[in-house]
C-alpha cells in the first residue's frame, strides 16, 4: 500500500491564497511574482505544498480537483433528488485523478484532501447507498474514498469524521456484494496503511470477526482487496509509534479461524493475483510457532506444496515466489520442518528450480526455504543434497554472477547444508564451489559476511580472504 506515512507541515489553500494576496496588495508584487515568492518562501519554511493550487487568489476553481469537488458539494445541497448517474461520474472521475497521484509524481490526492475531499466523501457516501435505487454510488464513493486515503492527515480525517465505523456499516450491509466488498475494503486497507490508530479503530469495531464471516459467505471467490485488509492491519508500519499492537492482531485473526480459511482459499482455484494475495496474507498471520503448527494441521503445507507443483507447470513466478517465502515462514517451527520433508518438499523446490533455471529472483526464494529447511537439521541437510541443491547452487553462482540477492541466499544455504554434514563439504568443494563463493563474497558488498562463514563452514582455513 506504500510507503508509510509521516506527518510533515501543511498549510491550508485558504492561507496560502492570503499570503500571495498579501504579497499583491501590501507588497506592490505583480500575480505571478507574488505567486512564486509565497510559492519560495513556504519551501524554504518546510511547508508541503502538495496540496496546494499554486494559482493566484480568485483561480483555483480552474483545478479539475476542485471541480469535483465543487460538484460534489452542489449534488449533496440537492440531497432529496439525487442523480444517481451523476454521482457515479463525478466520483469515478475523483477517484480517476487521485488514484496513484503520489506514487505518478503529482498532487491531486493531496489537493483533494487539502480541501476537505475525505469530510465530503465521508458525509455524501454515508447519504448515498441505497437514495439512487443501486449500489453503484456507494461502490463509486468507496472507490475515491480510498484513493484519496494517502497520508496521516488524510487518514487521521476519516477517522475524525467516523470513516471506519461508516466503512464497516457498509459492509455489514453488503455482505454478499462482492463489488461493495471489493471497494469497502480497498478502503480499510488505505486507511490502516501507516496509522496504528486507524488499524485499532477497525478492530475494536471487530472487523477480524466481520472478515471471517465474509469469508464463509465467499468461500469460493477471491476478493483481493480483503487479503490486502488483512495483511495492512497486520502489518507494524506506522514509525510513530513505538511498540506496535498487530501481533496480538494476527494472535485474534488465527485463534478465530481466519488462518484455516486462507488455506481453504488456496485449494479452491483462486486466479493468480488472489492466490498471490492470499499467500501474503497467511504469512502476515503466521506470527509463532503455535500458529505455524496450526496452518499445517489445517492442511496447509500441502495446500502450497501443491501450488508450488502448479506453479512450475504453469510457469507462474509470482505465485511460485510467495508459495516459497510462505512456506520458509511456516518452517520457522521445526516440526513443521520434517512434514516438509516428509511430504517430498525437497524433491519439489529442486523441481521447481529447474522450471525457472533462468528466473534468479525465484531461485533465490527457492535457496531461502532450503536454507531454513536445513537449520540445525543435518537429516534435512543431507536430503537436500540428495535432491540436488549442491548442484542448484553451482550451476546457479556461475549462471548469474551480478545477482546479489540469489548469490548470498546461495552462500546461506551452502553454508547450512555443511556446518553440521562433514561429508557435504567434499562434494560441494568436488563441484568447485569455492570459487563461486570466493568471487560472490569480493563483487557483492552484502555476500561478505554470508560468503565468509559458508566458506568457514566448509572447513577451509583461508575463509576471511
Known amino acids: 500500500m506504500g510507503p508509510p506515512k509521516?506527518?510533515?507541515?501543511?498549510?491550508?489553500?485558504?492561507?496560502?491564497?492570503?499570503?500571495?494576496?498579501?504579497?499583491i496588495d501590501?507588497?506592490?508584487?505583480?500575480?505571478?511574482?507574488?505567486?512564486?515568492?509565497?510559492?519560495?518562501?513556504?519551501?524554504?519554511?518546510?511547508?508541503d505544498l502538495s496540496g496546494i493550487v499554486a494559482c493566484v487568489p480568485g483561480e483555483s476553481n480552474t483545478n479539475p480537483v476542485i471541480e469535483c469537488l465543487n460538484r460534489l458539494r452542489l449534488l449533496e445541497s440537492e440531497s432529496e433528488t439525487l442523480n444517481e448517474n451523476e454521482i457515479v461520474q463525478v466520483f469515478d472521475e475523483l477517484n480517476e485523478l487521485c488514484a496513484n497521484s503520489n506514487a505518478n509524481g503529482n498532487s491531486n490526492a493531496a489537493i483533494a484532501t487539502n480541501n476537505g475531499a475525505v469530510e465530503l466523501?465521508?458525509?455524501?457516501?454515508?447519504?448515498?447507498?441505497?437514495?439512487?435505487?443501486?449500489h453503484l454510488p456507494l461502490v463509486s464513493s468507496l472507490n475515491a474514498l480510498a484513493s484519496l486515503l494517502h497520508d496521516v492527515q488524510s487518514t487521521g480525517t476519516f477517522k475524525s469524521c467516523d470513516g471506519p465505523r461508516i466503512v464497516v456499516g457498509f459492509l455489514i450491509d453488503n455482505k454478499r456484494n462482492v463489488d461493495v466488498l471489493s471497494s469497502g475494503f480497498r478502503v480499510v486497507a488505505s486507511a490502516a496503511t501507516g496509522d496504528e490508530i486507524v488499524k485499532e479503530s477497525f478492530m475494536e469495531l471487530k472487523i477480524d470477526e466481520l472478515i471471517m464471516e465474509i469469508m464463509s459467505i465467499?468461500?469460493?471467490?477471491?476478493?483481493?482487496?480483503?487479503?490486502?485488509?488483512?495483511r495492512v492491519l497486520l502489518t507494524p508500519d506506522?514509525?510513530?509509534?513505538?511498540?506496535?499492537?498487530?501481533?496480538?492482531?494476527?494472535?485474534?485473526?488465527?485463534k478465530i479461524g481466519i488462518a484455516?480459511?486462507?488455506?481453504?482459499?488456496?485449494?479452491?482455484?483462486?486466479?493468480?493475483?488472489?492466490?498471490?494475495?492470499?499467500?501474503?496474507?497467511?504469512?502476515?498471520?503466521?506470527?509463532?510457532?503455535?500458529?505455524?503448527?496450526?496452518?499445517?494441521?489445517?492442511?496447509?503445507?500441502?495446500a502450497i506444496l501443491r501450488c508450488i507443483d502448479d506453479s512450475g507447470e504453469q510457469g507462474n513466478k509470482a505465485v511460485a515466489k510467495v508459495c516459497c517465502s510462505l512456506l520458509s515462514k511456516l518452517a520457522g517451527s521445526d516440526m513443521n520442518k520434517s512434514a516438509i520433508v516428509g511430504k517430498g518438499g525437497m524433491d519439489k523446490l529442486i523441481k521447481l528450480s529447474a522450471r525457472f533455471a533462468d528466473d534468479p529472483s525465484v531461485l533465490q526464494e527457492i535457496m531461502s526455504i532450503i536454507s531454513v529447511l536445513s537449520l540445525r537439521s543435518p537429516d534435512n541437510a543431507a536430503r537436500a543434497i540428495e535432491a540436488g541443491a549442491g548442484d542448484l547452487a553451482v550451476q546457479a553462482m556461475q549462471k548469474f554472477p551480478a545477482a546479489h540477492q540469489m548469490q548470498r541466499n546461495s552462500c546461506l544455504m551452502i553454508r547450512n547444508l555443511v556446518v553440521r554434514n562433514p561429508e557435504n563439504r567434499a562434494i560441494l568443494l568436488n563441484n568447485g564451489i569455492e570459487k563461486y563463493i570466493r568471487k560472490a563474497k569480493q563483487t557483492h558488498g552484502n555476500c561478505k559476511d554470508a560468503a565468509t562463514d559458508a566458506l568457514r563452514d566448509l572447513g577451509l582455513d583461508n575463509y576471511n580472504l
Open 6 to 23: 509521516t506527518t510533515v507541515r501543511t498549510i491550508s489553500q485558504e492561507a496560502f491564497e492570503e499570503l500571495v494576496k498579501e504579497n
Open 26 to 47: 501590501d507588497l506592490g508584487m505583480d500575480p505571478v511574482e507574488a505567486l512564486q515568492d509565497a510559492i519560495e518562501t513556504l519551501t524554504l519554511q518546510g511547508v
Open 121 to 134: 466523501t465521508c458525509s455524501f457516501c454515508s447519504k448515498i447507498p441505497y437514495a439512487a435505487g443501486s
Open 218 to 230: 465467499h468461500k469460493n471467490v477471491g476478493i483481493q482487496s480483503l487479503y490486502d485488509a488483512i
Open 238 to 254: 506506522d514509525n510513530r509509534v513505538v511498540a506496535s499492537q498487530v501481533y496480538g492482531y494476527a494472535r485474534k485473526f488465527a
Open 260 to 302: 484455516e480459511a486462507l488455506v481453504d482459499s488456496l485449494c479452491t482455484g483462486l486466479s493468480s493475483p488472489d492466490l498471490v494475495s492470499a499467500c501474503i496474507t497467511l504469512k502476515a498471520i503466521a506470527v509463532n510457532d503455535e500458529i505455524c503448527k496450526s496452518i499445517a494441521e489445517k492442511g496447509g503445507i500441502d
